[in-house]
């Protein structure tokens, strides 16, 4: 049940006998960060480690320098390095506009970067969102790794379980060709389940080689199943103008439609499906 303590602005839930309140909660995460967050000395400024890590399991770390009368910090172009290591090119193409959506969309002003540096200046006051804008920002453009050229002879359904794969990290379990129950008490296989704490999506990968199959096989395999519509993904190869409208509209009768060239719009849909764990609460 909840209710809101208007005098103490407090939300409150009874979950099993125990009551948690926003403040024990908040006051939880806040201390787990400040347990994990490290700083040391560099030059004028502080290199600041956050417990955030990149799809390779490197830890986050941004550069806080002072400057006039406020603080400019940077993530010192490590996402850019990552990308490049990665062989993806953020300086054209589909890469380019991806990670200027990201610049825009984290409210970066890059105050003095240099090409592939997400950085951005603010008052001391505002020092903490500083460093948060930063920090979600090189997260952003790290997952930009899906968009490395294609190994040659890569099949369609082999790009769309990679790029899950990275999405999902270390912290949702994975299974390729995974069964999904259908109302007959029979099952099919999809391209690949994802699953967290009791929920679950499943990714069909349609490739543009023969789209009208692809998309019949899609269509019969989610149209029986027993499964939420939403947590039925189709993943189609290519952007919406590369797939007849009426094949579209006929997947969205049965699953949720993700065109694989809109950057990010397959994690979002995941997000909400299988949001990340929570970490458990200490008494």
């Known amino acids: 049940m909840l209710r809101r303590d208007r005098r103490r602005f407090r939300l409150v839930r009874a979950v099993g006998g125990m009551i948690v309140d926003a403040r024990t909660v908040i006051g939880a995460v806040l201390r787990a960060i400040n347990d994990n967050t490290v700083a040391h000395p ?18 986050v770390r941004v550069l806080v320098e002072p400057m006039g009368t406020g603080f400019r910090v940077s993530d010192r172009a ?20 991806a990670f200027a959506e990201i610049t ?6 890059g105050v003095n970067a240099v090409p592939g540096e997400l950085a951005t200046f603010g008052a ?8 948060l804008n930063v920090a ?3 997260l952003r453009a790290d997952q930009l790794r899906w968009l490395a050229p294609r190994q040659a002879g890569m099949r369609f359904v082999d790009r769309v379980t990679d790029r899950v794969t990275h999405w999902a990290g270390r912290t949702r379990k994975l299974q390729r060709d995974a069964p999904i129950p259908l109302g007959s008490g029979r099952s099919r296989q999809v391209t690949v389940r994802v699953a967290n704490d009791g929920k679950a999506a499943y990714v069909q990968a349609l490739s543009l080689r023969d789209p ?15 499964i939420a519509k939403e947590s039925r993904i189709a993943a189609l190869a290519g952007s919406k103008r590369d797939w007849p409208a009426a094949i579209v509209a006929e997947l969205q009768t049965v699953s949720d439609v993700e065109f694989f060239d809109d950057p990010f719009s397959l994690e979002r849909q995941l997000d909400k499906v299988v949001p990340p764990p929570q970490p458990a609460l200490r008494g």
């Open 42 to 59: 560099y030059g004028d400024g502080l290199l600041v480690d956050l417990p955030l890590t990149y799809g390779d399991g490197d830890g």
């Open 78 to 97: 490590t996402a850019a390095t990552l990308l490049a290591v990665a062989g993806v090119n953020i300086f054209t193409g589909r890469a380019a506009e």
């Open 104 to 109: 825009r969309g984290s409210g970066l002003n």
């Open 124 to 131: 001391a006051d505002d020092v903490g969102r500083l460093i």
């Open 136 to 138: 979600q920002a090189s």
């Open 212 to 226: 009208d199959q692809a998309a019949e096989h899609c269509y019969h395999v989610f149209g029986l199943s027993t």
